[in-house]
């Protein structure tokens, strides 16, 4: 047998094992996996060959919850899907899975999700989306279908940014029950808008405030975190739970911040439900004092950065194996657009970047720091998201299974320099911390991309991956974007 490429001396990790050995790609797909003892003479023969040196090899990471080409309000993101992909090659995810959201009432999720398809054709990592329901009417049962038909099994919904993005109770519950109907997963942005809307007035009129920025009825950045209480999430998570529990759908909670949301999670699941736990880098490493730092606008993000006493018994909840899956949340905006209004937390745009960042921020806060087992970091970096999104063929290291794969020295460690990173924006809000978990070699679908700091553009070669039902069904395979 000769195969394309051979990596051998790996400590190689999945989310179930750590065996040494050597690993065998052709076409794109682990072909072999040898044991550490295999006499190098029963090798396959390899146009290319990689020594890792005993390093540890990863599965390619499956970041289930970025934002591309995004628009918040005014601001569109400054990213495009090349970039995109290109950073989180760098950042050793090779998979990648954004949201088709409408911009207004007059794109139909339908719509929007095909807009995402045809930007992603440019990706240089595989693509997967999840649609997006902002106004439930007679069309949406229709379109749902239609994006299932697509491989996009998903959908987004908010029940908070009133007047842009948010769906209202009726909307959850009638699209709750048409995923339940499709064998498919309703994600939620859980903060319970009624609150926020009171707490963004009340702060608005304290007098500091005012008398600090000169505006009544402004809130300025310094107060973000204080107009989005812990309360505000974990009553939202109740709620959609019952919806969830009503309608029979399994739920997904993109970026949990507090232990008693997760807690409500491990509750309902408890009781038989499926439902799941995100969170985000930013949620463990950082906390509400940043935002009396000298660079607020850094860390402006929704849900806000939470306390410390949070952020420690958040970490507790991962630990324990209750959080099933860590993604970025990635969100492109710079400095500049972060600062046009960072008078006022209303009008400025949300969202950090972190594609790139989001293995060695996870890795160092919970392995280095927090002694978790490098299995268990691969759970929830790779496996866990591909699982629980029906990505079949991604996530694990095994014959048969695509050839993304992560090479790192876990001791190696890097200062992060948002400006050198390639996210296309200027900042990162772990700017000056030193990280362990950098990616020295990423291969995606067999394809050696980057290599001792070197990235070699493999072009437009990123697939759209289809989610499949239950019964591992999809209607085409991988086809090119
Ligand atoms: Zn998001």
């Given at each position: 047998?000769t195969v394309?490429?051979?990596?051998?001396?790996a400590t190689?990790?999945?989310a179930d094992?750590?065996?040494?050995g050597?690993?065998a790609?052709?076409d794109?797909?682990?072909?072999?996996?040898?044991?550490?003892?295999t006499?190098p003479?029963l090798?396959?023969?390899?146009?290319?060959s990689?020594?890792?040196?005993?390093?540890?090899?990863?599965?390619?990471?499956?970041?289930s919850?970025?934002?591309v080409?995004q628009?918040t309000?005014?601001y569109?993101?400054?990213?495009?899907?090349?970039?995109?992909s290109?950073a989180?090659l760098?950042?050793g995810t090779?998979?990648?899975?954004?949201?088709?959201?409408?911009?207004d009432?007059s794109?139909?999720?339908?719509?929007a999700?095909?807009n995402?398809m045809?930007?992603?054709?440019v990706s240089?990592c595989d693509?997967?989306l999840h649609?997006?329901?902002?106004d439930?009417d007679d069309?949406?049962?229709?379109?749902?279908?239609r994006l299932?038909?697509?491989?996009?099994?998903s959908?987004?919904?908010?029940?908070t940014?009133?007047?842009?993005?948010?769906?209202?109770g009726?909307?959850i519950v009638?699209?709750?029950?048409?995923?339940?109907?499709l064998?498919g997963?309703?994600?939620?942005?859980?903060?319970?808008?009624s609150?926020?809307v009171?707490?963004l007035a009340?702060?608005?009129l304290?007098q500091?405030?005012?008398?600090?920025?000169g505006?009544r009825?402004?809130v300025?950045?310094?107060h973000?975190h204080h107009?989005?209480?812990?309360l505000?999430?974990?009553?939202s998570?109740?709620?959609?739970l019952?919806?969830?529990?009503?309608?029979g759908s399994?739920?997904?909670?993109?970026?949990q911040t507090?232990?008693?949301?997760?807690?409500?999670?491990?509750?309902?699941?408890?009781?038989?439900?499926?439902?799941y736990?995100e969170?985000?880098?930013?949620y463990?490493?950082l906390d509400?004092d940043?935002?009396?730092s000298?660079f607020?606008e850094k860390?402006a993000c929704?849900?806000?950065?939470?306390?410390?006493e949070?952020?420690?018994?958040?970490?507790e909840?991962v630990r324990?194996g209750?959080?099933?899956?860590i993604?970025?949340?990635?969100?492109?905006?710079?400095?500049?657009q972060?600062?046009?209004?960072?008078?006022?937390v209303?009008?400025?745009?949300?969202?950090?970047p972190g594609?790139e960042?989001r293995m060695?921020?996870a890795?160092t806060?919970l392995?280095i720091e927090?002694g978790m087992p490098?299995?268990q970091?691969?759970?929830?970096f790779a496996?866990?998201?591909a699982?629980i999104?029906?990505l079949?063929?991604?996530?694990?290291?095994?014959?048969?299974?695509d050839?993304d794969l992560?090479i790192?020295?876990?001791?190696e460690?890097?200062?992060?320099d948002g400006?050198?990173?390639?996210?296309g924006?200027?900042?990162?809000?772990?700017?000056?911390?030193?990280?362990?978990?950098?990616?020295?070699?990423?291969?995606m679908?067999?394809r050696?991309v980057l290599?001792?700091?070197?990235?070699?553009?493999?072009g437009?070669?990123?697939?759209?991956?289809?989610?499949?039902?239950?019964?591992?069904?999809a209607?085409?395979d991988?086809k090119?974007l």
């Open positions: 047998m394309d490429l051979l990596i051998t001396n190689i990790v999945n094992s750590t065996i040494e050597h690993i790609v052709r794109g797909r682990i072909a072999a996996i040898y044991g550490a003892g006499s003479g090798l396959p023969d390899a146009a290319r990689l020594d890792a040196g005993g390093r540890t090899v990863i599965p390619g990471g499956v970041d919850h970025v934002h080409e628009m309000g005014a569109k993101s400054l990213d495009t899907y090349e970039t995109a290109v989180a760098w950042g090779t998979t990648i899975m954004d949201f088709g959201i409408p911009a009432s794109e139909t999720p339908l719509e999700a095909e995402k045809r930007l992603a054709r240089r693509v997967a649609g997006a329901v902002i439930w069309t949406v049962p229709a379109q749902l279908e299932a038909e697509h491989g996009i099994r959908v987004k919904m908010y029940t940014n009133r007047g842009s993005t948010m769906a209202n009726d909307t009638k699209v709750m029950r048409e995923m339940a109907r064998d997963l309703t994600y939620i942005h859980a903060e319970h808008d609150i926020i009171d707490c009340q702060q608005g304290k500091d405030a005012v008398e600090q920025h505006t009825g402004a300025p950045l310094e973000l107009t989005r209480p812990e505000a999430e974990a009553t998570v109740a709620e959609v019952a919806m969830a529990e009503y309608t399994a739920v997904y909670f993109v970026h507090i232990p008693e949301a997760v807690a409500l999670v491990q509750n309902a699941r408890s009781r038989g439900l499926e439902a736990s969170t985000c880098p930013h463990l490493t509400e940043v935002y009396a000298e607020p860390y929704c849900p806000p950065i939470r306390s410390r949070a952020v420690e018994a958040l970490l909840r324990a209750e959080v099933h899956t993604s970025s949340d990635h969100s492109c905006y710079n400095l500049e972060k600062r046009s209004r960072s008078d006022d209303r009008f400025m745009p949300h969202g950090l594609i960042t060695p921020v890795f806060t392995v927090q490098v299995q970091f691969v759970e929830l496996t866990g998201p699982r999104n029906r079949t063929g991604k996530g694990i290291i095994a014959p048969g299974y050839a992560v790192f020295d876990p001791d460690r890097r200062v992060v400006r050198a990173l390639h996210m924006t200027d900042f990162s809000p772990f700017d000056g911390m030193e990280l362990a978990g950098w990616p020295s070699t990423v291969v679908g067999g050696v290599h001792e700091d070197r990235f070699s553009d493999p437009p070669t990123g697939r759209f991956l289809q989610c499949r039902d239950a019964n591992n069904k209607a085409l991988g090119a």
